[in-house]
């Protein structure tokens, strides 16, 4: 989170790319709703 002239920018990490980056695969099912709730949250902030 960040203040700009414009208001407060909020922003997060694509969890899928995390996993990516790790090559490991076990993290998949986590990444997935933890993408889903990120998803969420953010659209919660949009005005």
């Not at 920018?9 to 790790?22: F, I, N, R, W, Y």
């Not at 990444?31 to 902030?45: H, I, N, Q």
Request: overall charge negative; aromatic content about 0%.
């Amino acid at each position: 989170m960040r203040a700009t002239p414009a208001g407060t920018v909020v922003e997060a990490t694509d969890p899928a790319l995390l996993v990516q980056v790790t090559g490991r695969p076990e993290p998949a099912p986590v990444a997935s709703e933890a993408a889903e709730r990120l998803t969420a949250a953010l659209d919660s902030l949009k005005n």
